[in-house]
């Protein structure tokens, strides 16, 4: 069973940047379909990015187009954040997926790391 682990997360100003990282033990990153959510207090957990490898792009939430670019190699899933805001306070948390690709829905992923918390200031 792949147990994911996050890092990269921190505190930092409106408009700054963090980059995410995701790593796997118990499996290869490549195996599965992977995503990036993340969940804010008394929010729902949300979708934030994840590959559909059949069209052969990323899908974003419409929030983080243009500032959030997500990319992966054999060994990690990243998740570059620039042009921070205070809403994208959260905490973030990678997902992996055994079956399908591109899937929005939290229910479609099986593995989940313990989440790493970004906070912007303003």
């Known amino acids: ?46 979708f934030v990015a994840t590959m559909d490898w059949s069209a052969g792009r990323f899908r974003y939430l419409d929030s983080v187009k243009g500032r959030f670019t997500m990319s992966r190699d054999n060994a990690k899933v990243y998740l570059q954040m620039n042009s921070l805001k205070p809403e994208d306070t959260a905490v973030y948390f990678c997902a992996a997926a055994q079956w399908g690709n591109g899937r929005v829905d939290t229910s479609a992923y099986q593995y989940w790391g313990q989440g790493t918390q970004v906070t912007i200031s303003s």
């Open 1 to 46: 069973q792949v147990q994911l682990v996050e890092s990269g997360g921190g505190l930092v100003q409106a408009g700054g940047s963090l980059r995410l990282s995701c790593t796997a033990s118990g499996g290869t990153l490549s195996s599965y379909a992977m995503a990036w959510f993340r969940q804010a207090p008394g929010e729902e957990r949300e």
